[in-house]
């Protein structure tokens, strides 16, 4: 009856359009991609006008040119400024991963050690870690580089006054010497029997994991993994009658001479990435270990365990799974500010990459190399650690 | 009955024995918290050792042997470098700080206007102080009045050209000015834009989602360096030929992007922090999305994430002194700067001013974090485990 002078069709359409959740989404989506493609031609167009105008060529066929720079540091391959832009920036990538792994190692046992001491008893050693960390964590990580460059390994003296430490090795101002190894005759059997300690120890442990649920007798499986991991290349060494010799440097009157020489730069960057990720990681450390309910450790108690069994088989496990995901965001990090190596004048990625634009002015093309190496690497980590994660993570019912 | 007491029960308190000599005062203090376990004595006595080996060095050289005042070069160097200071001494060189101190905190920004500066940085002060004390009323007129009025009245006196003030272009600003302005710009807009990002990532339409996510995990991915490189060398690019703007500009939006990605990470993690219940109740109310969003979820959200917050306000503070790496000069840089300066040149120099550099970093940082343990106590309304 009402509905005879109101056209039933239009009104209820037009307000359940505008009304409608749905409807709205596809409208705001529609909107979105259409502004971002229109953004995305815009800047498109006006790179290709800039290029032209500037006369550049664009592509990455410039990386098998001659790059004409040298390298200060490169371990693994041999570079010289006659080789290919694509060879210095492989040399960069090696150095960043090469920073980025010793430092992750060593921040990783600092972290802890300092994480641990926060919660010590004793209250000068938490009082020692807890200044520790409230100083690395609150200055800006290139100040810390720039504290080990200019103001500790500078100072350090020259050549002719090396500081000589244990075990053949010498410390002046232009770097850390150390005994160089060098492989004789047969020297790739113990690195054979490297490998297959590795492999049998694997088994070992997942044999006595077997056995110990099967029987509950518990068998010695990490000693005997160490005993195989050290002992099979020892004994494939003492079959071939060791054909390692250590080259050691030697104080000569102006330079030292032998050995291999870690320069200040890598020192510097090392030093300083390791130390202030420590404190970052020692806070995550302790984090992890306080959220382990006192319960936890009460039952523990309870059952008759001993206090060591109790952390290594109660406490641990469970603060690690609270660690791990901040832990693998503080390795990216580490690994990302690594890039700040062009303080220190430390061949990376990014000095390197910067060389070569300053060189050959193909800006687009050295940005979009950054990000896939710095993408590739933030993504190979997460999912190593997000494996790591899955497999430590709590299985509820 | 009589009233004879004959008891020998204790009708009145016995006063409390002082325990034994070794359960009080600092004999127990010492026992329990230095020498609990034979480990501890040890760890103890070699941290003892440890401090005695490295404090009276590090005292000695901060403050006992530091030249503070000097015209020159000459008060920090030893005779045989040239200047007056006997063989062998080390230490502090607070003179070149003292000497450099206006070029530290306003960089080659003109003498004669460094007023506008102090101007500034007075009401900066004045205005922030009330917004972070919990008992000063009106705080919304003094947060509107400090996130919107005052950053134009800044940017106004900073740069000038208007009202008969002097221009002063970016590239004659320096020092601890440069690392202020970038971190008040940094958070004030990475914190909307870090929200708007990590409701994008909630969202439930696909498109909206995806670009979030694409957005805060590719900054997430590069380095720092990068995106100030990326600002740098291709924004220009991008803009249409002729276009061009402030290389102070271009910092500034690369510090903002890259802050507002983890900003959106750190929000993200509060939101998903919230009860799913919390979301049915205010649909349930009739709300709409901005209200149920505004008035339930972000509170709630925010502060819970207030410790995350600061961590990112904490780690860009700390992240503006990159921008010396594309040749701007923020406090580091500008410290970095006069080491070569020839007046002042001395072995001491350069550690004299990254000291000063670190301590100057660390103030703001720390107390910037103490302030969010501050905050975190106070707002913490026991919902916490």
């Given at each position: 009856m009402a509905s005879q002078d109101i056209s039933p069709g239009t009104d209820s359409g037009k307000a359940s359009l505008l009304n409608d959740p749905k409807f709205r989404g596809y409208l705001f989506q529609i909107l979105a991609v259409l502004v971002i493609a229109l953004l995305g031609y815009w800047i498109v167009n006006n790179t290709i006008e800039n290029l032209q105008r500037a006369r550049l060529a664009t592509g990455f066929?410039?990386?098998?040119?001659?790059?004409?720079f040298d390298i200060?540091?490169?371990?693994y391959l041999t570079y010289s400024?006659?080789?290919t832009f694509a060879k210095a920036l492989l040399v960069g990538i090696l150095n960043t991963l090469t920073v980025a792994v010793a430092g992750i190692i060593t921040a990783t046992i600092l972290g802890f050690i300092v994480g641990i001491g926060r919660l010590s008893h004793n209250w000068l050693i938490r009082k020692i870690c807890t200044v520790y960390v409230e100083i690395f964590r609150n200055v800006p990580p290139l100040l810390v580089i720039f504290f080990w460059y200019s103001g500790v390994l500078a100072v350090l003296p020259q050549a002719r006054q090396s500081v000589a430490l244990p075990f053949g090795t010498y410390l002046n101002n232009r770097g850390f010497y150390v005994p160089s190894l060098i492989l004789g005759e047969g020297a790739w059997l113990a690195g054979v029997a490297f490998i297959i300690g590795i492999v049998a120890a694997f088994f070992v442990k997942r044999w006595a994991h077997k056995r110990q649920m099967a029987t509950g007798q518990p068998f010695p499986a990490n000693l005997t993994a160490i005993a195989l991991i050290i002992g099979l290349p020892i004994l494939a060494l003492a079959i071939k009658g060791f054909p390692l010799t250590l080259d050691y440097p030697i104080l000569g009157a102006f330079n030292l001479k032998g050995g291999s020489q870690v320069g200040p730069e890598f020192i510097s960057l090392y030093l300083a990435l390791s130390f202030y990720t420590a404190s970052f990681i020692a806070e995550i450390v302790r984090a992890g270990i306080r959220g382990v309910g006192k319960g936890q450790t009460e039952a523990a108690h309870a059952l008759g365990l001993r206090p060591g069994t109790t952390t290594r088989l109660v406490v641990v496990p469970q603060a690690m799974r609270i660690i791990t995901p901040p832990l693998a965001s503080q390795y990216l990090n580490l690994t990302k500010n690594s890039s700040l190596a062009i303080a220190a004048g430390y061949p990376d990625l990014f000095a390197v990459g910067g060389t070569i634009l300053n060189q050959t002015g193909r800006s687009l093309e050295v940005v979009v190399i950054f990000m896939i190496v710095y993408l590739s690497l933030s993504v190979l980590t997460s999912l190593f650690m997000n494996w790591y994660n899955a497999k430590m993570a709590l299985v509820e019912r | 009955m009589t009233d004879t007491n004959i008891s020998f029960v204790r009708q009145e308190m016995l006063q409390g024995q002082t325990p034994p000599r070794g359960e009080r005062g600092i004999i127990r203090w010492v026992r329990l918290?230095?020498?609990?376990t034979p480990v501890d004595a040890v760890l103890t006595i070699l941290a003892l050792l440890a401090l005695a080996w490295f404090l009276p060095p590090l005292l000695n050289w901060l403050f006992?042997?530091?030249?503070?005042?000097?015209?020159?070069?000459s008060v920090c160097a030893t005779a045989a470098q040239g200047?007056?200071?006997?063989?062998n001494w080390s230490g502090a060189c607070w003179a070149f700080v003292n000497a450099k101190f206006g070029q530290f905190m306003?960089?080659?920004?003109?003498l004669d206007q460094r007023w506008r500066v102090n101007l500034v940085g007075i009401m900066f002060v004045a205005l922030l102080i009330p917004l972070l004390m919990?008992?000063?009323?009106y705080k919304v007129p003094n947060a509107v009045v400090f996130f919107f009025v005052f950053p134009i009245i800044a940017f106004f006196l900073l740069v000038?050209?208007?009202?008969?003030l002097p221009y002063v272009e970016t590239s004659r600003w320096g020092g601890l000015l440069v690392t202020l302005v970038i971190s008040f710009v940094g958070i004030s807009v990475s914190l909307p834009l870090g929200i708007a990002l990590a409701l994008g990532r909630r969202s439930k339409m696909p498109v909206i989602k995806m670009l979030c996510v694409i957005f805060i995990e590719m900054v997430r991915g590069i380095p720092l360096v990068t995106v100030l490189f990326m600002a740098s060398y291709m924004l220009p690019l991008f803009l249409p030929p002729g276009v061009s703007f402030d290389k102070f500009l271009r910092a500034l939006i690369g510090v903002a992007l890259f802050a507002s990605a983890y900003m959106a990470e750190v929000v993200r993690g509060g939101l998903q922090a919230i009860p799913k219940g919390q979301y049915e109740g205010a649909d349930s109310l009739g709300l709409g999305y901005w209200q149920k969003t505004g008035l339930i979820i972000l509170p709630q959200a925010l502060k819970l994430v207030i410790p995350g917050i600061v961590n990112t306000f904490i780690g860009l503070f700390k992240d503006t002194s990159l921008v010396s790496i594309i040749s701007m000069f923020d406090l580091l840089g500008t410290v970095r700067q006069h080491f070569n300066d020839p007046n002042w040149a001395s072995p001491q120099t350069p550690i004299s001013g990254l000291v000063f550099a670190g301590f100057v970093f660390w103030i703001f940082c720390f107390g910037m974090s103490r302030y969010s343990i501050f905050m975190e106590n106070r707002l913490d309304t026991g919902h916490k485990r």
């Amino acid at each position: 009856m009402a509905s005879q002078d109101i056209s039933p069709g239009t009104d209820s359409g037009k307000a359940s359009l505008l009304n409608d959740p749905k409807f709205r989404g596809y409208l705001f989506q529609i909107l979105a991609v259409l502004v971002i493609a229109l953004l995305g031609y815009w800047i498109v167009n006006n790179t290709i006008e800039n290029l032209q105008r500037a006369r550049l060529a664009t592509g990455f066929g410039f990386l098998d040119g001659r790059a004409g720079f040298d390298i200060s540091s490169s371990p693994y391959l041999t570079y010289s400024s006659d080789s290919t832009f694509a060879k210095a920036l492989l040399v960069g990538i090696l150095n960043t991963l090469t920073v980025a792994v010793a430092g992750i190692i060593t921040a990783t046992i600092l972290g802890f050690i300092v994480g641990i001491g926060r919660l010590s008893h004793n209250w000068l050693i938490r009082k020692i870690c807890t200044v520790y960390v409230e100083i690395f964590r609150n200055v800006p990580p290139l100040l810390v580089i720039f504290f080990w460059y200019s103001g500790v390994l500078a100072v350090l003296p020259q050549a002719r006054q090396s500081v000589a430490l244990p075990f053949g090795t010498y410390l002046n101002n232009r770097g850390f010497y150390v005994p160089s190894l060098i492989l004789g005759e047969g020297a790739w059997l113990a690195g054979v029997a490297f490998i297959i300690g590795i492999v049998a120890a694997f088994f070992v442990k997942r044999w006595a994991h077997k056995r110990q649920m099967a029987t509950g007798q518990p068998f010695p499986a990490n000693l005997t993994a160490i005993a195989l991991i050290i002992g099979l290349p020892i004994l494939a060494l003492a079959i071939k009658g060791f054909p390692l010799t250590l080259d050691y440097p030697i104080l000569g009157a102006f330079n030292l001479k032998g050995g291999s020489q870690v320069g200040p730069e890598f020192i510097s960057l090392y030093l300083a990435l390791s130390f202030y990720t420590a404190s970052f990681i020692a806070e995550i450390v302790r984090a992890g270990i306080r959220g382990v309910g006192k319960g936890q450790t009460e039952a523990a108690h309870a059952l008759g365990l001993r206090p060591g069994t109790t952390t290594r088989l109660v406490v641990v496990p469970q603060a690690m799974r609270i660690i791990t995901p901040p832990l693998a965001s503080q390795y990216l990090n580490l690994t990302k500010n690594s890039s700040l190596a062009i303080a220190a004048g430390y061949p990376d990625l990014f000095a390197v990459g910067g060389t070569i634009l300053n060189q050959t002015g193909r800006s687009l093309e050295v940005v979009v190399i950054f990000m896939i190496v710095y993408l590739s690497l933030s993504v190979l980590t997460s999912l190593f650690m997000n494996w790591y994660n899955a497999k430590m993570a709590l299985v509820e019912r | 009955m009589t009233d004879t007491n004959i008891s020998f029960v204790r009708q009145e308190m016995l006063q409390g024995q002082t325990p034994p000599r070794g359960e009080r005062g600092i004999i127990r203090w010492v026992r329990l918290n230095l020498i609990a376990t034979p480990v501890d004595a040890v760890l103890t006595i070699l941290a003892l050792l440890a401090l005695a080996w490295f404090l009276p060095p590090l005292l000695n050289w901060l403050f006992v042997d530091a030249s503070w005042v000097g015209p020159d070069r000459s008060v920090c160097a030893t005779a045989a470098q040239g200047g007056i200071q006997p063989e062998n001494w080390s230490g502090a060189c607070w003179a070149f700080v003292n000497a450099k101190f206006g070029q530290f905190m306003y960089g080659p920004y003109p003498l004669d206007q460094r007023w506008r500066v102090n101007l500034v940085g007075i009401m900066f002060v004045a205005l922030l102080i009330p917004l972070l004390m919990p008992k000063v009323p009106y705080k919304v007129p003094n947060a509107v009045v400090f996130f919107f009025v005052f950053p134009i009245i800044a940017f106004f006196l900073l740069v000038g050209g208007w009202f008969g003030l002097p221009y002063v272009e970016t590239s004659r600003w320096g020092g601890l000015l440069v690392t202020l302005v970038i971190s008040f710009v940094g958070i004030s807009v990475s914190l909307p834009l870090g929200i708007a990002l990590a409701l994008g990532r909630r969202s439930k339409m696909p498109v909206i989602k995806m670009l979030c996510v694409i957005f805060i995990e590719m900054v997430r991915g590069i380095p720092l360096v990068t995106v100030l490189f990326m600002a740098s060398y291709m924004l220009p690019l991008f803009l249409p030929p002729g276009v061009s703007f402030d290389k102070f500009l271009r910092a500034l939006i690369g510090v903002a992007l890259f802050a507002s990605a983890y900003m959106a990470e750190v929000v993200r993690g509060g939101l998903q922090a919230i009860p799913k219940g919390q979301y049915e109740g205010a649909d349930s109310l009739g709300l709409g999305y901005w209200q149920k969003t505004g008035l339930i979820i972000l509170p709630q959200a925010l502060k819970l994430v207030i410790p995350g917050i600061v961590n990112t306000f904490i780690g860009l503070f700390k992240d503006t002194s990159l921008v010396s790496i594309i040749s701007m000069f923020d406090l580091l840089g500008t410290v970095r700067q006069h080491f070569n300066d020839p007046n002042w040149a001395s072995p001491q120099t350069p550690i004299s001013g990254l000291v000063f550099a670190g301590f100057v970093f660390w103030i703001f940082c720390f107390g910037m974090s103490r302030y969010s343990i501050f905050m975190e106590n106070r707002l913490d309304t026991g919902h916490k485990r």
